[in-house]
């Protein structure tokens, strides 16, 4: 009884897959579903590009991350709130003079009247609506030399950020209109729109237009270089198409995942580029070698396209599985943005494979009239000539010939002729009798030999070839080792003295308004107004078990004015930047008066800035409240 052998290499998988791609009709549903599935990235593309994010969730079971869920649930007021803010300040050249003037005022009178109606917009403060009525609180809008000033503009961020995207693009569209006017460009003044909002859109803006600039110089030179391996017009035709199919596909597909998970920003360059390599990459892998099988091995167009597939088909798989696995470690990260970057980079892999597997040979087999033009040409008989109707013609006149007369006759059909040099030297017969003892007789050698040995003469003259015989002299590959171990060596060493940056200016695009804008404003104010750290503080269940209003407890209150104290000395952060429900920008508030103030029946300046304050600090069952820290900067860099 004999035994049942089941073989399956790379080989038999590709045989296989030849023999179900070679049918027409699979090859027009190939074509039929690409197509389908570019239309789709047309259509959801340009919105992914919309739908990126600069946020950085906390990674599942931190503290950070249970503290995000709890500011959610108890906060949902403040935690889908979104500032807007302009800053406005006088040019470099006046830079000391004070912000308080006429121009300032009507500046955020005309912004508070154009967008206090907004849907979007739930209020917007400044210095001047606060003027008369809340002092104190007006002078938060100024710096403390009184020579910037910023205006506020909370939105609404519970419908999305798409409403508060085109908020912000309006209002930089009017601020620079306003900076315009006569009344204001007298004052040498500038306005800067910042936020969390507008840093995303400008990181949005600034990726479309990084893309933009590499569709116009990096596909150009990368197809320049396949052009220079194919040297046919007609097969370039297939690597445009395989980069725009993959590009469009590959957004397409990342699209639905970005409404549901946060993606970063510059997820959309690394899709890029990947599909721009890879589908160039594999092209020239795939179409080099169908374009040898033609003009070397004289193959039909059929028989190409299956050697192609079994030879540079299996490169192409194993390239594309090898670098898949690389991206799917990014999805071990905690961190749902480099997860995001993982999901994205292997969507990009995936799509450019089989664009390679599939849609290239579906092309070269329904239009085999079209890409062949490359072959060879009556007339110059050079195998570079873009007409193709000689080959044509050398197949039919060697069809009825015997065997090996056809077969001699089509190679002597294809290869170019060389004539004799009429001026070359005449050898002497010591020479000639010298090199016909050295080198075999040419006239004995059949055309498909001499076609043979002029290829290997040729490789021989490369320069990949003389550098591959000194590269494998074992004095030169020591050499090589050691000089490659004394650069890198030194450079690698100075890994541990690298330093890892939590400044958020380094991650906005340069030269942007907004990254000007935060400059100004680590300067002048806190950036902790843009995005502030907020502590939430839980009053313990077992110690107030009965208690509805446990914020306004004394031990609560001493405790909360104790750790307030204890942030401000632990981390360097000036007590003035830290706000609570008992402790305001440094000097504690006594309970007595806390309570005397949220009596509905106190009036009075201070009574209603502590209302406010305390209602926006503390969650309805006064159960827990927040220590908000309007952090600097540089200090938190250092």
């Not at 906060?75 to 300040?89: A, C, N, R």
């Not at 007298?186 to 990181?203: K, M, N, R, S, T």
């Not at 993606?263 to 020239?284: C, E, Q």
């Not at 005449?426 to 040419?442: F, H, I, K, M, R």
Request: a positive charge.
């Amino acid at each position: 009884m004999g035994r049942c052998k089941f073989k399956c290499d790379g080989v038999s998988i590709f045989k296989a897959w030849f023999r179900l791609a070679q049918t027409r009709a699979c090859c027009l549903i190939f074509l039929i579903c690409w197509m389908l599935l570019c239309g789709m990235g047309v259509y959801l593309g340009p919105k992914l590009l919309m739908t990126t994010s600069t946020e950085n969730d906390p990674p599942t079971g931190t503290p950070s991350h249970q503290a995000a869920i709890v500011f959610r649930r108890e906060f949902p007021v403040k935690s889908h709130e979104s500032v807007v803010m302009v800053y406005i300040t006088h040019s470099q050249a006046y830079r000391d003079r004070l912000v308080t003037n006429n121009a300032t005022e009507r500046l955020c009178h005309m912004i508070r009247s154009e967008f206090g109606t907004k849907p979007a917009v739930k209020q917007i403060d400044d210095f001047y609506k606060h003027k008369e009525t809340l002092p104190l609180v007006a002078m938060n809008f100024l710096s403390p030399n009184a020579t910037a000033a910023i205006l506020t503009m909370t939105c609404d961020a519970r419908k999305g950020l798409e409403p508060i995207f085109d908020l912000a693009r309006q209002l930089r569209q009017r601020i620079g209109q306003i900076t315009k006017m006569p009344f204001f460009a007298e004052e040498h003044q500038i306005a800067l729109l910042e936020g969390q909002v507008v840093i995303v859109y400008d990181c949005q803006m600034d990726n479309m237009q990084n893309l933009a600039l590499m569709d116009a110089i990096v596909i150009p030179l990368a197809l320049l270089v396949l052009a220079f391996f194919l040297r046919s017009l007609t097969l370039m035709v297939i690597p445009i198409v395989s980069v725009v199919m993959s590009i469009l596909v590959s957004f397409g597909l990342m699209y639905p995942i970005a409404i549901y998970f946060k993606v970063a920003v510059f997820a959309p360059s690394v899709m890029m580029v990947l599909g721009i390599a890879l589908s160039i990459d594999y092209s020239l892998f795939l179409l080099t070698r169908y374009r040898e099988e033609l003009l070397v091995n004289h193959r039909t167009n059929r028989e190409a396209v299956r050697e192609m597939l079994l030879q540079a088909g299996q490169t192409v798989s194993v390239s594309g599985a090898t670098l898949l696995l690389t991206f799917v470690a990014l999805l071990l990260f905690p961190l749902q943005t480099f997860s995001t970057i993982g999901v994205a980079g292997c969507i990009s892999i995936a799509v450019s494979m089989l664009a390679s597997l599939t849609l290239t040979p579906a092309l070269l087999l329904l239009f085999p009239w079209f890409f062949r033009r490359f072959l060879s040409c009556k007339r110059c008989g050079r195998a570079c000539c873009p007409c193709g109707r000689h080959a044509e013609i050398t197949a039919r006149s060697v069809a009825g010939s015997p065997p090996g007369v056809a077969d001699d006759q089509k190679t002597r059909a294809v290869l170019p002729s060389k004539p004799e040099d009429p001026d070359a030297p005449v050898a002497s017969p010591a020479s000639a009798s010298l090199d016909a003892a050295e080198v075999p007789n040419e006239s004995a050698m059949c055309p498909q030999e001499l076609h043979v040995r002029e290829l290997q003469q040729t490789q021989q003259r490369s320069f990949w070839f003389k550098t591959a015989l000194v590269t494998t002299k074992k004095c030169w590959a020591l050499t090589i080792i050691i000089g490659i171990l004394a650069v890198s060596v030194p450079i690698g060493v100075q890994i541990k003295d690298m330093r890892i940056s939590y400044d958020l200016r380094m991650a906005l695009p340069h030269g942007s308004q907004s990254a000007e804008a935060l400059s100004l404003i680590a300067r002048d104010f806190y950036p902790g107004m843009i995005s502030p750290f907020s502590l939430i503080v839980t009053a313990n269940a077992s110690a107030f078990p009965q208690s509805d209003h446990a914020v306004l407890q004394p031990e609560y209150w001493d405790i909360l004015q104790s750790l307030c104290k204890q942030v401000a000395s632990a981390s360097g952060i000036p007590e003035e930047s830290i706000v609570s429900i008992a402790y305001a920008k440094g000097v504690p508030v006594d309970l007595s008066m806390a309570k005397h103030y949220l009596d509905p029946s106190t009036t009075g300046m201070l009574a209603e800035t502590y209302r406010y304050g305390f209602y926006r600090q503390g969650e309805k069952k006064k159960k827990r409240t927040l220590i908000t820290t309007m952090m600097p900067l540089l200090s938190f860099v250092a």
